[in-house]
Structures are given as structure tokens and as C-alpha cells.
């Protein structure tokens, strides 16, 4: 899976899935835009993505990661380096 539209249908049915209303997400949609999504529950939603897609994320990378595009975006590099 590699296309970007997958990986972003799959990435909002595991927002939907950590944020009960996670809203419309967009590339630019971040921490602010989700209620809930503070420090520890993006932790809880990075480890989720993790699981989903059987990749590993780094902490460098999960530091880094703040917005929906930046978490697709981090997906599809670990995808295509596998």
C-alpha cells in the first residue's frame, strides 16, 4: 500500500479510531484541530499507526510528526523503504 489516498483513508479510520470526533482531517489538520489529541494520546495515535501499517517510527520522527500530512508523509517513507 503506497498509494497516498490509501494511506490517508487508513490513516483517518485510525484517527477516527484513537479521537472519537476527529472531524474533517485535512494535510494541515494538527493537535489543535483534534480534540484529545495532546502529547500522550499522540503517542497513543503514532503507536496505532505503527500496528496498522507494521512499520516503526523513530522518536526523532515521532517528535516531529505534527499535522495529518506530516504523519501520511512519514507513513509512506517507511512503506517505500522497506
Same mark, same amino acid.
Given at each position: 500500500?503506497?498509494?497516498?489516498?490509501?494511506?490517508?483513508?487508513?490513516?483517518?479510520?485510525?484517527?477516527?479510531?484513537?479521537?472519537?470526533?476527529?472531524?474533517?482531517?485535512?494535510?494541515?489538520?494538527?493537535?489543535?484541530?483534534?480534540?484529545?489529541?495532546?502529547?500522550?494520546?499522540?503517542?497513543?495515535?503514532?503507536?496505532?499507526? =505503527?500496528?496498522? %501499517?507494521?512499520?516503526? %517510527?523513530?522518536?526523532? =520522527?515521532?517528535?516531529?510528526?505534527?499535522? %495529518?500530512?506530516?504523519?501520511?508523509?512519514?507513513?509512506?517513507?517507511?512503506?517505500?523503504?522497506?
Amino acid at each position: 500500500m503506497n498509494n497516498m489516498d490509501e494511506i490517508k483513508a487508513t490513516l483517518t479510520s485510525v484517527f477516527e479510531t484513537v479521537f472519537s470526533d476527529a472531524g474533517a482531517l485535512t494535510d494541515a489538520t494538527t493537535p489543535g484541530d483534534v480534540r484529545g489529541w495532546d502529547s500522550l494520546n499522540h503517542i497513543v495515535l503514532l503507536n496505532a499507526v =505503527e500496528e496498522r %501499517f507494521g512499520i516503526k %517510527f523513530e522518536l526523532e =520522527e515521532i517528535l516531529s510528526m505534527q499535522s %495529518f500530512g506530516e504523519i501520511c508523509s512519514g507513513v509512506e517513507k517507511k512503506l517505500s523503504d522497506r
